[in-house]
């Protein structure tokens, strides 16, 4: 089981860095320091949406309307965090105090 928990705990560390890297590039899209119609940015940013999208569309749909603002990635770090910090880890020394 430990060797699970350590997997999806890797699995979410990733995942944070994948949504971090979708807020930097649509940052840099917004701001026009790199050009969306070019097909290497344009695979890049569907590849990313693809992977982002599907977790934070239902947080946008109980979000309040901010205008411009977004913080629906926010709302899915938090909750990476908690998950990574009290579920797997508190599984983690369960697991390793019984065993």
Known sequence: M???LLFIDYLLNLYT??????VVFS???AFNVINPYNQFVRTIWQALNAV???????IRRYM???GGIDLSPV???????FVRSVVIR???IGGLLSG
């Open 75 to 81: 709302v899915l770090l938090l909750g990476i965090f």
């Open 64 to 66: 309040p309307d901010l």
């Open 52 to 58: 982002t999208e599907p977790l934070l569309r239902p």
């Open 17 to 22: 860095w994948v949504v971090i890297a979708s």
């Open 27 to 29: 940052w840099l899209i």
């Open 90 to 92: 508190g599984w983690l």
């Open 2 to 4: 430990i060797p699970l």
